[in-house]
């Protein structure tokens, strides 16, 4: 069955069938190209340190280059890392061996604010938060003892407009959006008539609440064209080793250069271009314009690195890995012979999302991305923990299973999927040793048992919600991150004031309306307040009370610190909710003066 489940048990404890076409459609999706992979490895080996492999006489070429030769079994001396095994008569295979665990020190602790960065915008900002507000969040932060910053993915759209709102489509989990840049901090932009004159402009766009990511994207493009004409000819060996250095970026360079000529994802540009090794892109780098068009998205992304690095550096920043990428995007186009062609991944309807998820993202086919030595994977673990304090995998249980839905169906009618779990979490493991970054597994809704274990065995932290806990904060487990609530889910304001619920109701959602007031209650108990407690105090005690928890890291949000009601995305809702597009009420530098922060920092900083 090809890891196809034909039931699973749901949050609720009930069990359900998966439809016989559903299971049928899927197959078909797994077989795919029957051909398989291009390129792909004979075999790939995952190991952890000091396990034994009995594997006859064979080479192993290490990753630095070295060699060893073996008669019989793999020398329990094996340094980590990503090597090759090549047997007598066979094909070379990838062998990659993993500490036993991730980077968890046993004396970390930390408190952090939770940032939507795009929604904390400052009085600089060209309409949206940028990395130099999120360098100025950090210094603000770390003057309150906080250890930790959780950022929103910054994951790349596709440069055509309009530009993708929602930072968990990206076209790319490997490379990061534009958007995010602080123009004026780039090399070459102080100066500049012209960059100098977009600015007010752009910043006018801070007027108002919702983002017009459009807008921005046309600001930043025309000063970002205006700077690299001015800089593309000089020397820079810092740009220089970053291209030499990056899995992966000339072929996104290519991606972005040829959405751009055909203002389209890559299924409706001309077929010589729908691959990335067909003979068609290798010729585009013997063309001047597509050439330096090529160095120019290069050159984007080292700025963005370079501004990343430098807020990363005053409080360590955990990044967010999205579940997917866009199926007309670049990771799709890369990686395209290892995807379940037709197929998107959702979640099954839950208590608070009755009519399940459908995501739209493409999964990966298990046995496919083996077969290619997981270096799919490899490269977007390792770019997102770059310059990163730790990583929270969104859908950790995607690591273990996808719930796999066939085009045209409801996401009640999909089935799970199992991949190779222990293979991936031991790739995250090496990863995370090697960025010394601590990794937070989101594991809510429909989870195994079995795979919160495998979760723990490596030291991933799990995810707990003051909003879904039964218990109180205090008996929250150590080895998590305690949280209020997420960008799907109510703030502190929407829910007490009422206003998330009505919203719900507005949009015909169906809300679980007895789960909300069952929330509520326990949150009047917890916190001790009435139904006329004032919204800041009830902010302020359900703080006191997350930071209680012995938990390794507690985090509060901006969004709860400034008292927004409404939540950063509607689960279930395109066009009727501004999804990741509300900005803060205020500019973050109102935040140095605000009694409410003051006091949710005094709270989770015990």
């Given at each position: 069955m090809a890891g196809i489940q034909t039931e699973y048990v749901d949050a609720l404890g009930e069990r359900h069938a998966a439809p016989a076409e559903t299971i049928r459609a899927i197959q078909e999706a797994i077989r795919g190209n029957v051909a398989g992979p291009r390129g792909s490895a004979h075999q790939t080996l995952v190991l952890t340190e000091r396990e034994k492999l009995q594997t006859g006489p064979a080479e192993i070429v290490l990753e630095d280059g070295s060699?060893?030769?073996?008669?019989?079994?793999?020398?329990?001396?094996?340094?980590?890392?990503?090597h090759q095994i090549k047997r007598r008569g066979g094909e070379p295979s990838r062998l990659i061996i993993a500490p036993a665990t991730c980077y968890l020190p046993g004396s970390f602790r930390a408190w952090g604010w939770a940032i939507q960065l795009y929604a904390a915008r400052s009085r600089r900002s060209w309409g949206i938060g940028d990395l130099g507000d999120l360098r100025w969040l950090g210094k603000w932060a770390a003057g309150q003892k906080a250890g930790i910053a959780l950022i929103n993915p910054l994951a790349a759209a596709t440069p055509v407009l309009p530009q993708q709102p929602s930072p968990y489509f990206p076209s790319s989990r490997r490379f990061r959006n534009p958007l995010y840049l602080r123009i004026e901090d780039i090399p070459g932009a102080r100066g500049d008539a012209q960059v100098a004159a977009i600015a007010p402009n752009a910043r006018a766009l801070n007027e108002k609440r919702e983002i017009d990511r459009d807008a921005i994207f046309r600001f930043k493009n025309t000063a970002l064209e205006r700077i690299w004409e001015t800089v593309r000819g000089r020397t820079d060996r810092g740009f220089e080793r970053f291209r030499r250095e990056?899995?992966?970026?000339?072929?996104?360079?290519?991606?972005?250069?040829?959405?751009?000529?055909?203002r389209t994802g890559w299924h409706l540009w001309p077929q010589e271009f729908r691959h990335p090794t067909s003979p068609a892109i290798e010729r585009l780098h013997d063309d001047p314009r597509s050439r330096d068009r090529i160095a120019f998205h290069m050159w984007t992304q080292y700025q963005i690195d370079r501004q990343l690095e430098r807020a990363s550096s005053v409080v360590p920043v955990m990044q967010d890995?999205?579940?997917?990428?866009?199926?007309?995007?670049?990771?799709?186009?890369?990686?395209?012979?290892?995807?379940?062609?037709?197929?998107?991944?959702g979640a099954p309807p839950d208590e608070f999302n009755t009519r399940g998820q459908d995501w739209g993202l493409p999964p990966f086919v298990p046995d496919k991305l083996r077969d290619v030595g997981y270096e799919p994977f490899v490269q977007t673990i390792r770019a997102c923990l770059r310059h990163?304090?730790?990583?929270?995998?969104?859908?950790?249980?995607?690591?273990?299973?996808?719930?796999?839905?066939?085009?045209?169906?409801?996401?009640?009618?999909?089935?799970?999927?199992?991949?190779?779990?222990?293979d991936l979490l031991?790739?995250?493991?090496?990863?995370?040793?090697?960025?010394?970054?601590?990794?937070?597994?989101?594991?809510?809704?429909?989870?195994?048992?079995?795979?919160?274990?495998?979760?723990?065995?490596?030291?991933?932290?799990?995810?707990?919600?003051?909003?879904?806990?039964?218990?109180?904060?205090?008996?929250?487990p150590e080895r998590a991150l305690a949280a209020v609530t997420t960008h799907d889910l109510p703030t502190v304001?929407?829910?007490?004031?009422?206003?998330?619920?009505?919203?719900?109701?507005?949009?015909?959602?169906?809300?679980?309306?007895?789960?909300?007031?069952?929330?509520?209650?326990?949150?009047?108990?917890?916190?001790r307040s009435g139904d006329d407690t004032s919204v800041d105090d009830v902010i302020v005690r359900v703080h006191e009370a997350l930071g209680r928890a012995r938990s390794r890291i507690v985090t509060g949000?901006?969004?709860?610190?400034?008292?927004?009601?409404?939540?950063?995305n509607m689960p279930a809702t395109t066009d009727e909710w501004p999804n990741w597009r509300l900005a803060l009420p205020e500019p973050i530098e109102t935040l140095a003066r605000s009694t409410r922060a003051r006091r949710i920092a005094r709270a989770l900083r015990r």
């Open positions: 060699s060893r030769t073996i008669d019989r079994a793999l020398p329990r001396d094996m340094p980590a890392g990503y990056q899995s992966g970026l000339a072929q996104y360079a290519v991606f972005a250069t040829l959405a751009e000529r055909f890995l999205p579940i997917g990428f866009d199926a007309d995007g670049a990771d799709a186009w890369a990686f395209q012979d290892v995807l379940a062609e037709g197929i998107s991944v990163a304090g730790g990583l929270r995998i969104d859908h950790a249980m995607g690591l273990f299973r996808l719930f796999w839905i066939p085009p045209g169906a409801e996401p009640r009618d999909g089935a799970y999927v199992r991949g190779h779990a222990s031991s790739i995250v493991a090496l990863e995370s040793q090697r960025a010394k970054a601590v990794i937070v597994g989101e594991d809510l809704g429909t989870v195994e048992e079995e795979a919160r274990e495998q979760l723990s065995g490596k030291k991933i932290l799990s995810y707990r919600l003051l909003w879904f806990e039964k218990v109180a904060p205090s008996k929250f304001a929407g829910l007490w004031s009422g206003v998330d619920l009505e919203s719900q109701k507005r949009l015909g959602l169906s809300p679980n309306e007895n789960g909300t007031a069952e929330i509520r209650e326990r949150i009047k108990r917890l916190t949000t901006l969004d709860d610190a400034m008292a927004v009601e409404e939540r950063p």
